[in-house]
């Protein structure tokens, strides 16, 4: 399997302020193929199922806001908030989907400081 | 907008046997390949199993192989996960999720599964 590590595991950042979470897989997660990275990010709040963010590693979701971007390829990435919100203290979770088995990150938890 | 809702949690006791369904709001979702995770109370998120489009591949998680069944009712829009021998480490929240192509966009709410005696 791939394993995903992620840092820090977590983070409290002043509201406005800039949040940057990484995340490390074992073995490269870009295709040779089509040239995507089969990364995705995720938010969790209490009580909810994950979020997803990003896909292909930088492409936002729809509806998700534009503070939320995400970088990197092959086996190194980046979740970036560039201007944090009370509404964004959650869990988030990087995940592989370059193999059927998929596998996550631990977690950071991002809180307001 | 497409909704996914589990059902069929509670508490059962190790040894014992569940099933879990997946329903879904509408049709489309049986165009689309479905995964099963699951999540420790507190903790990470684990991939359990999938079912293809067509119900003709189906891939478990180690930790449930052999012991956990995915399948699928298009009648129905839904899809199921049969699990037997429980244990009290399969103790989680299990979700269903659509597995797109750029990634497993749509999650249900997901129902909690407790193994204890």
């Known amino acids: 399997d791939i394993v995903m590590t992620q840092s820090p595991e977590s983070l409290a950042v002043s509201l406005g302020e800039r949040a940057a979470i990484n995340c490390r897989s074992s073995?490269?997660?870009?295709?040779?193929?089509?040239?995507?990275?089969?990364l995705a990010w995720y938010q969790q709040k209490p009580g909810q199922p994950p979020k997803l963010l990003i896909y292909w590693a930088s492409a936002r979701e729809s509806g998700v806001p534009d503070r939320f971007s995400g970088s990197g390829s092959g086996t190194d990435f980046t979740l970036t908030i560039s201007s944090l919100q009370a509404e964004d203290v959650a869990v988030y979770y990087c995940?592989?989907?370059?193999?059927?088995?998929?596998?996550f990150g631990q977690g950071t938890k991002v809180e307001i400081k | 907008q497409l909704h996914l809702v589990e059902s069929g949690g509670g508490v059962v006791q190790p040894g014992r046997s569940l099933r879990l369904s997946c329903a879904a709001s509408?049709?489309?979702?049986?165009?689309?390949?479905i995964h099963w995770f699951r999540q420790d109370p507190g903790k990470g998120l684990e991939w359990v199993a999938i079912i293809s489009r067509d119900g003709s591949e189906r891939y478990y998680g180690d930790s449930v192989k052999g012991r956990f069944t995915v399948s699928r009712d298009y009648s129905m829009n839904a899809v199921y996960l049969e699990m037997h021998s429980l244990r009290p480490e399969d103790t989680a929240v299990y979700f269903c999720a659509r597995g797109a192509v750029a990634a497993d966009d749509y999650w249900g709410q997901g129902t909690l599964v407790t193994v204890s005696s």
């Open positions: 073995q490269t997660v870009l295709s040779r193929s089509n040239k995507k990275n089969y």
């Open positions: 509408e049709s489309t979702f049986n165009t689309y390949p």
């Open positions: 995940q592989q989907y370059y193999t059927t088995a998929r596998t």
